[in-house]
């Protein structure tokens, strides 16, 4: 791994590895850090608007969740599927585009099921189209 992307790896590890000393102390502190909810972690008011749609899912309540854990090299297990086709759902162009670079650069460490999906989304991937 050459040094820029070893570089950028390392930031997105220290994103997710920023609530560890933080939230240990109190719940209260956990429900505002943005390093536990990139890990996964939902929110009490979340949970409660997520019953009240009827959403039963995994969900990850994080903006560019994705980008990060593809940057860190994170596992993406099968629980995550349907959040994983919610986050390529975007019509934010941009991001979906830069997400495309960040596995086209650091690879996709993800079960053979998301790796699936988002093989089907890359090949259908084309700037300024969906």
Do not use: H
């Not at 309540?61 to 099968?78: C, E, S, T």
């Amino acid at each position: 791994m050459n040094e820029k992307k070893e570089t950028e790896r390392k930031q997105a590890i220290r994103i997710l590895n920023d609530c560890t000393k933080y939230c240990s102390s109190s719940v209260e502190a956990r429900e505002s850090c943005g390093g536990c909810a990139v890990n996964g972690y939902i929110s009490r008011a979340t949970k409660e608007q997520l019953k009240a749609e009827g959403i039963n899912y995994p969900f990850i309540n994080y903006a560019g969740w994705l980008r990060i854990w593809v940057q860190a090299g994170k596992f993406i297990p099968k629980k995550y599927l349907i959040v994983v086709m919610e986050e390529l759902k975007d019509n934010n162009r941009a991001y979906l585009g830069a997400l495309v670079e960040d596995v086209e650069y650091f690879g996709l460490n993800a079960c053979d099921e998301v790796k699936n999906i988002f093989n089907i989304f890359l090949n259908g991937f084309e700037v300024g189209k969906k």
